[in-house]
């Protein structure tokens, strides 16, 4: 242990050391057993060696040789990831209420505008807090134009994640209290040319993908919602975007599936998914992202209370949101305590049900992603992914299971499968360095110790330091 204390104080120096830009000495990471993302053995005693931000060499220590002007680390006794992928983000909410006035309404204290500007000034509230969570990686499916920069500015900002964003959302229904006088997060399709205009306008301003908000109302049946879902699925298509698509109900689900949807960003929770849905999303080649613990936080929210994990989180985010998430236990209940217990079991019938269709579809080889929805009232971006993880594995999935669809399957969703998501020769040194095997028990995420993003190191606790 002291051999091990002397290799992890020597990090201040090594961050001294190393240009945020580009390193002059390759990196190595050594001793780690290495869970590569990739669902295979892991391998004991690796070496990981790093130069310029991305990963030049990985191999076992005695087969390996070391550079000898290396920055070595010793790691005997830790465990090595991929940094994960949270691929469900929304950095246009704040975590609370104020982000979602529709839920509960706080626009007197907190003016929408002002909370709205402000997670646009200051991205890096998000940033940190998933960095200090392991997220190296975010897919924002629907905000404000904003949100479109922050994949420029995040590529090479060791503080950030990488950050891949749909833009607005083109919607069947937009809700009044989530818009703004001079900009939208909510794109309402009228009919199927407003639909394609979307697509365009998308498209010529640099969305990496085309996000549909597939909601069914009274006044817009699913029958006349349909043929927009298909035009925005054809418009797509010819400017090469894939489309993503929230879709909870099987009915719905299975129409964004045959539309082509290659990514749905919640689970079917109304019945028992059926054969030919799972059939249907293996010749699509749909990745499903179950997201299955965002409920809970509208939950507590009405309930004005904060769980005990929720409480935990709160160490490990930015203090303006924890002094706001705070509040929660001060607002008027929204429901009665009889309505609390009864929305209690109705969740938990939901779940139960979201729980099994994810088991089948996993089951049957179809591509699961973890995702959280953060940025909903508690759903906190950056921790939540820990309950989400734990959800999945909850579920029946493995904890190595739950680790490839938190890295390599949620990487390749939001269109970086071809460099994050796995460790493996000229992907960016995107790695996690944890305490204990989180392919024993997925809640051994939490032990994280290290991040290190394209080939920069930084201790969790110092990421943490606002």
Known sequence: MKKLAIAFGSLSLLLLNHSLAAQEKPLALLGATLHDGQGGTARKDSVVIIRDGRIQAVGSLGELTIPD????????????????????VH??????????????????????????AANAAHPERFHRAFLAAGVTAVFDVGGYPWTRRLGD????????????????????FVPAALQLPDQQQFVLMADEETARAGVRSHAAFGSDAIKVWFIVR???????????????????????????????????????????????VHSVDDRPISDEFIAALLENGTAYCPTLTVAAGYHYLHSSELSTELQVQLESVHPSIRERALLTMSLTARFSARNVKGNAMRLQMQAETMHENLLRIHEAGVPVVMGTDAGNPLTLHGPSVYPEMEAMQAAGMTAAEVLVASTKNAAKAMGRGSDLGVIAVG???DLLILEDDPSADITNMRSLLLICRAGILHKREDLLNW
């Open 69 to 88: 002007d290396a920055e070595r680390i010793d790691l005997a006794g830790r465990h090595m990831t991929p940094g994960l992928v949270d691929a469900h």
């Open 218 to 264: 009274r006044n817009l049946p699913i029958a006349q919602s349909t043929p927009l879902l298909y035009a925005v699925a054809d418009e797509a298509a010819k400017h090469g975007l894939d489309m993503v698509v929230h879709a909870t109900s099987l009915e719905t689900a299975e129409i964004a599936v045959d539309a082509g949807a290659k990514l749905l």
């Open 91 to 116: 950095y246009s909410q704040t975590g609370w209420a104020d982000g979602r006035p529709d839920a509960s309404d706080q626009r007197i204290t907190h003016p929408y505008p002002e909370t709205m």
């Open 153 to 172: 500015e995040t590529e090479n900002d060791p503080f950030a994640p990488h950050v891949g964003a749909t833009g607005a959302l083109l919607t069947t």
């Open 427 to 429: 992907r960016i040194a």
